[in-house]
């Protein structure tokens, strides 16, 4: 794969929307190996109250993450930019092994090397307990439909 991933900083509105979506639809994917080469090879993670460097760190954490995280589905929205950083807003509905939802809301930044690769992400996230019927994020398999509302249009 390449070790390049346009758009590259400094970002323009529309180039940071772009990346914040590629992540979301990336994530919503679930495949670990896949997403972590969007990140430099020494990229510096902090995740709730986790840290860790580097691509196979990274691999990890994603494969650990969704062996209890089920039935994930993921929207970002971006919150703001500048230069090579992207901050942005998020929510996730998941389920755990006995079946209880929950909904996740969480805050990231974003810092890009001049190729574009993410090299440094820090993320705050709290989960709030769902009942079933109130989970918003309906699509099938895979990344959210162009025509599925953001957060925004959720209310959320």
């Known amino acids: 794969m390449s070790e390049e991933r346009p758009p590259f900083p400094p970002f323009t509105y529309e180039e940071a929307v772009q990346k914040v979506r590629a992540a979301e639809n990336a994530w919503n994917l679930r495949d670990p190996v896949k997403i972590s080469m969007a990140y430099s090879e020494d990229s510096r993670w902090r995740n709730r109250a986790e840290f860790f460097q580097g691509r196979e760190a990274i691999v990890e954490f994603l494969t650990r993450k969704w062996a209890r995280e089920l039935d994930y589905h993921l929207i970002k929205e971006i919150w703001t930019h500048q230069d090579n950083r992207i901050a942005v807003r998020f929510q996730y509905e998941y389920r755990d092994d006995s079946d209880n939802w929950f909904r ?8 890009f090397n001049e190729k574009g690769l993410m090299q440094r992400r820090e993320a705050s996230i709290n ?3 769902i009942q079933k019927s109130d989970r918003k994020f309906l699509w099938g398999e895979g990344p959210r439909p162009d025509d599925y509302p953001g957060l925004t249009e959720l209310g959320l």
């Open 104 to 111: 996740a809301h969480g805050n990231e930044n974003w810092e």
């Open 127 to 129: 989960d709030v307990p």
